[in-house]
């Protein structure tokens, strides 16, 4: 299967910096990528979508300018997380899919433990 | 509204015996995809089965069958053979045909193969 490649895999930061997560698809052009939040022993919850070379679609109650989101190439798509606060504190994960192929599976990154203290 | 149901937070099965781990979903699109992901204590989301809509076929993969029953919209997953390593997070998907094919995801259920 295509290849998503999600750093850092885990952070600790203090409570007010700034942290950014890459997403990047090694093998496939993605022109979508999507952006989950899982909480402990939780579902995954979209957070939004990030399509290239435009504005990323929130989810209802996502602060855009909290959870800044760009989709810059292809390949790749950040996600910082702005004046972080232990609340902020979370397992991130981003998934691509191959614009070429409909309905098939979405390939995700390891995920990223965000740590704000 | 789209909406996947996982009802059982947990399940325990014997090692080598079958398990099937219940989802129903809810849609008005269509055209949709669904599929079930695995996601061990590491956190990574392993894809296991997808299928789609209109398949006539329930979709197999190895150790992994699709339940798919449409007019009930249930898409339950049988694990055959459960292996110890098969303890995980298990998570039911839908991604439905319109919304820029964003996948959502049920609750969960937490496998426990004993020896």
């Known amino acids: 299967g295509a290849v998503v490649s999600q750093h850092p895999s885990w952070v600790i930061c203090k409570s007010g910096t700034s942290v950014k997560i890459e997403c990047r698809s090694l093998d496939f052009q993605a022109t979508t990528m999507f952006w989950y939040r899982q909480f402990p022993k939780q579902s995954l919850m979209l957070m939004a979508t990030s399509n290239e070379g435009s504005k990323a679609t929130y989810e209802q109650g996502v602060e855009k300018d909290k959870f800044l989101i760009n989709h810059a190439s292809l390949t790749l798509s950040t996600l910082t997380v702005t004046s972080a606060h232990p609340e902020d504190s979370s397992f991130y994960i981003c998934s691509a899919r191959d614009f070429r192929q409909k309905n098939t599976e979405a390939f995700f990154g390891q995920g990223t433990r965000l740590t704000v203290v | 509204a789209q909406k996947i149901t996982q009802t059982q937070p947990g399940m325990f099965v014997q090692e080598k015996e079958a398990v099937t781990l219940d989802c129903t979903y809810d849609?008005?699109?269509?055209?949709?995809?669904l599929f079930w992901y695995k996601q061990p204590s590491s956190g990574e989301m392993i894809f296991l089965i997808y299928?789609?809509?209109?398949?006539?076929q329930n979709a197999t993969e190895g150790r992994y069958s699709l339940n798919f029953q449409k007019a009930r919209k249930s898409a339950n997953l049988v694990i055959s053979a459960s292996q110890l390593g098969d303890s995980a997070m298990y998570f039911c998907?839908?991604?439905?045909?319109?919304?820029?094919?964003?996948?959502?995801f049920g609750a969960g259920t937490r496998l426990f193969v004993k020896a």
């Open positions: 849609t008005s699109d269509p055209s949709y995809g």
């Open positions: 998907a839908m991604s439905p045909g319109t919304g820029g094919f964003k996948t959502i």
């Open positions: 299928q789609g809509s209109y398949d006539q």
